[in-house]
């Protein structure tokens, strides 16, 4: 896909209407669900499921791609970050330097998100090191000494109940999800998914761009054979160490908002309130973390107005817990690797790489 531009000045009037492409029709979101239950099912497989030619599927895909509307990336799977350091950061700024720091940051291999909020800091960062002290120089010596960041304060993660690849559309039946739906990943018994050869992660960093890439066009990006390069991928797999996930431009699946909610539970009643919380369709990401406000889930909602509704239903279905803080996102700048333009469409790439060193080196 053609990168659209993104640039380092403030955001004008004709960016917000730039090229607003028609929604998705009621074919495009049901193949966009496909994808996301199966984002390396071959076209065959999507149209005989969504009763299309292979040819329609795929051209339908390569329409969406194109656009920047929906797209499959790879990045390394829960499994896999368990082995790092996962943390969120609360950044103020100066006023007219957000955008520039919120794109610094977002052009950082070690955010894997990036969003402006209406509340509460300028900005939320979720970033992932190697480790504890790596993720002290990333807060401490290189985000607060950033040209206009005021203020950063850090909550390290402490458990993933769940990831944004579990999020899904509701636009197949039962009997199609079912058809779609893998049989249990067979893992090999010893796996570490952490320590992966440096091969390994070249081959993940390679699949960013496009989880569906074959393994003949890897092998050619990574310099490997192809006999390496696919059993490279295979191990990826096996181990679960990797995470093919369908994206797809927020404004178009009907939940346009996005909001960050904090909240503080009595830890003997953590691990039942997360099996709730997760429970709900709206809860698309929801960690455990350090510090007093225990509890943060990403959620996106239909409308600005449901999320008081959410807070009620949260507050009648778990009494003990706490709602901290409720913040609407203005901006999601960049998810899961990917910078997005002002529609939430793709914009560019920057693959999460927690193995990134301060002196840029890769360990």
């Known amino acids: 896909m053609k990168s ?47 009763g299309l030619s292979a040819a329609t599927a795929a051209r339908r895909w390569g329409r969406l791609s194109e656009t920047g509307q929906a797209w499959v990336t790879a990045t390394g799977s829960p499994a896999l970050w368990r082995s790092f350091c996962n943390a969120f950061l609360d950044v103020d700024c100066v006023p007219s330097q957000r955008r520039e720091v919120a794109l610094a940051l977002a052009r950082d291999a070690r955010t894997k998100a990036v969003l402006e909020l209406t509340s509460g800091c300028d900005l939320h960062v979720n970033v992932i090191t190697r480790d504890l002290s790596a993720l002290s120089r990333f807060a401490l010596d290189h985000v607060s000494l950033l040209p206009g960041v005021l203020k950063v304060a850090t909550q390290v993660g402490t458990r993933i109940y769940q990831a944004g690849d579990s999020w899904r559309l509701n636009a197949l039946s039962r009997a199609q999800r079912e058809q779609l739906r893998p049989g ?24 960013a761009p ?39 431009s927020q404004n178009l699946t009907g939940w346009p908002v996005t909001t960050m909610l904090r909240g503080r539970v009595p830890y003997t009643e953590r691990k039942g309130a997360a099996d709730q919380l997760a429970r709900m369709p709206e ?17 996106w909602l239909h409308s600005v107005d449901d999320a008081l509704e959410l ?22 700048v960049k998810r899961q690797g990917w910078i997005l333009d002002s529609l939430g469409r793709r914009a560019e790439c920057v693959p999460i790489d927690p193995w990134f060193r301060d002196d840029g080196l890769q360990t």
């Open 4 to 50: 659209k531009e993104i640039t380092d000045r403030a955001p004008s009037m004709q960016d917000f209407a730039d090229e607003a492409e028609p929604g998705l029709d009621e074919t495009d979101l049901a193949l966009a669900h496909a994808m996301q239950i199966a984002p390396r099912a071959t076209w065959t497989e999507l149209g005989a499921v969504l």
């Open 184 to 207: 249990a990943p067979v893992t090999e018994p010893d796996a570490q998914p952490g320590r992966l050869p440096a091969a390994d992660r070249e081959l993940l960093l390679a699949l």
């Open 210 to 248: 496009d989880g569906r890439r074959t393994v003949t066009e890897l092998a050619e990006g990574t310099g490997a054979s192809h006999t390496a390069t696919r059993r490279r991928l295979s191990r990826l797999v096996s181990t679960g160490a990797v995470s093919f996930r369908c994206e797809i």
């Open 283 to 299: 809860v698309r990401q929801l960690v455990a973390t350090s510090g007093s406000a225990n509890i943060l889930a990403s959620t």
């Open 311 to 332: 807070e009620e239903r949260i507050s009648s279905a778990l009494p003990g817990f706490e709602i901290v803080d409720h913040a609407i996102v203005l901006r999601t």
